[in-house]
């Protein structure tokens, strides 16, 4: 009878389980990421917790120690409380996670580029000790996109976006995604979709298919218009530091060039004069460039990641790491490069 009844409703029996559109979208973020399965959440968050949803109580994460702030917040504040122990650790280089290898360690979190010190991660090596260590490797592959990584063809076993981003494209969703290649970790997390429920709706599906049609599009735009901003910031008299993975004398440089198509359109910056009251004044001075906590619109958006993004990390952890009060971070848009340049021009001075 139930058979039966299954095969009258074509396999979507209830929304929550699959639905058409959602499946198309699944089947769309495998294949943009050379993946075999793809599963849609609710949110990027969503999609974090659902990877963590694999462990036991007693299992131990390495994670990179500069990520996006809610992802720390979902880390400490949740799962430590079910018994998870998070090890944060500078990932750029490896030996730094080999250290922090224990017999307990089941998921190593990266990355890459990082939020918002846009460090470099290699994904391959990072793999290679996972599989030594018999643990997951998840990469958080938001700040890249598709377009410019695919990190399941370097090793990883998870890939991770928020969807709300880049994918998206035009800051009208919430939604988050995991891709993968092994169906027995494909059910699991299915199942873990399915039984806790933070799944997208049918329109928010449709809205990032419809930004998939544009990705390479918007992100060679996004390079572009990156690469111009990168260059003129570095060589503003008022600038001191240019977050960009895509200088040639940068830390995590040759890195990303092996395992990126190009350098992306996030840059963080930090002035010379850091003081509070002139960092404000240049947040809230720009036009084309919007005060937001989100990135990878084909709008141009300016963020302050300690008050707002990366908020929810203590601050004595945020400056050990290298994110100072004083740093700005940009997601470049689509607009014209020499306008967004004179704005920024107009807002530092």
């Known amino acids: 009878m139930y058979r039966k009844r299954r095969e009258r409703t074509k396999g979507y029996e209830y929304a929550r389980s699959q639905n058409p559109t959602r499946k198309a979208l699944e089947d769309a973020l495998a294949i943009i990421e050379n993946g075999r399965f793809g599963l849609a959440f609710s949110s990027g968050v969503a999609a974090t917790d659902s990877v963590m949803k694999l462990l036991n109580p007693g299992d131990e994460v390495i994670a990179a120690n500069d990520m996006y702030g809610g992802s720390y917040r979902l880390f400490t504040k949740v799962w430590e409380r079910y018994g998870i122990k998070f090890s944060y650790v500078d990932t750029t280089d490896p030996e730094n996670v080999k250290k922090a290898i224990t017999p307990a360690t089941k998921l190593i979190w990266v990355e890459t580029p990082t939020n918002p010190l846009m460090n470099i991660t290699d994904i391959a090596a990072m793999s290679a000790l996972a599989r030594s260590a018999h643990a997951l490797l998840c990469v958080d592959n938001t700040f890249a996109s598709p377009y410019l990584q695919n ?114 359109g996030m840059i963080s910056f930090e002035l010379k004069n850091d003081a509070e009251a002139e960092v404000m004044r240049v947040l809230s001075s720009t036009h084309l460039f919007s005060l937001a906590e989100s990135l990878g ?53």
């Open 151 to 264: 990190p399941l063809d370097l090793g990883a076993d998870i890939v991770m976006h928020s969807s709300t981003k880049y994918l998206g494209g035009h800051s009208d969703l919430i939604q988050g995604a995991l891709i993968m290649n092994d169906e027995g970790l494909r059910e699991k997390l299915y199942f873990i979709q399915k039984s806790c429920g933070a799944v997208p709706g049918p329109m928010d599906c449709f809205l990032v298919l419809r930004g998939i049609k544009t990705l390479h599009v918007r992100m060679r735009q996004h390079c572009e218009n990156g690469r111009k901003i990168a260059h003129w910031l570095r060589n503003h008299p008022k600038v001191a530091r240019v977050y960009w993975p895509g200088f040639e004398d940068s830390k995590g440089f040759a890195v990303a060039s092996k395992q990126m198509r190009d350098f992306g």
């Open 297 to 349: 619109g084909v709008e141009s958006l300016i963020n302050h990641p300690a008050s707002m993004t990366h908020a929810s990390i203590p601050r004595e952890e945020r400056i050990k790491n290298g994110l100072s009060d004083g740093l700005i971070r940009l997601s470049v848009g689509i607009e014209d490069a020499d306008d967004l340049i004179a704005d920024l021009e107009t807002a530092i001075g």
